[in-house]
Nanobody, 128 residues
Framework: QVQLVESGGGLVQAGGSLRLTCAAS????????MGWFRQAPGKERESLAT???????????DYADSVKGRFTASRDNAKNTVYLQMNSLKPEDTAVYYC??????????????????WGKGTLVTVSS
């Protein structure tokens, strides 16, 4: 099992940048694929980025079209931490941002977003 805590949210002007951090506690962090999601008021939760194990001792990240080229997800297994660097922020990026984890060795069912564990989220507000 893993516990996730996001931080780094806040108020930023359009065009600015923020870096979100997700600290994971628990065992075997490297066994988890990690994802970043967001949910704006009145909207569905949206997948932004997923960092997946390649099977060759490396990870790769894929991105939603809405953030591709502006957001960069990364992880540091030595620190049990995942990051989301957000640049060129727009007012429509305003949302609660969540970190999530998927245990690659989990024998049960994942949730509707393909994940096992979620943080409580951090609010990002982008002013125009």
């Amino acid at each position: 099992q893993v516990q996730l805590v996001e931080s780094g949210g806040g108020l930023v002007q359009a065009g600015g940048s923020l870096r979100l951090t997700c600290a994971a506690s628990g065992r075997s962090f490297s066994n988890y694929d990690m994802g970043w999601f967001r949910q704006a008021p009145g909207k569905e939760r949206e997948s932004l980025a997923t960092i997946r194990w390649t099977g060759r001792n490396t990870y790769y990240a894929d991105y939603a079209d809405s953030v591709k080229g502006r957001f960069t997800a990364s992880r540091d297994n030595a620190k049990n931490t995942v990051y989301l660097q957000m640049n060129s922020l727009k007012p429509e990026d305003t949302a609660v941002y969540y970190c999530a984890a998927r245990d690659r060795y989990y024998s049960g069912s994942y949730d509707g977003y393909g994940m096992n564990y979620w943080g409580k989220g951090t609010l990002v507000t982008v002013s125009s």
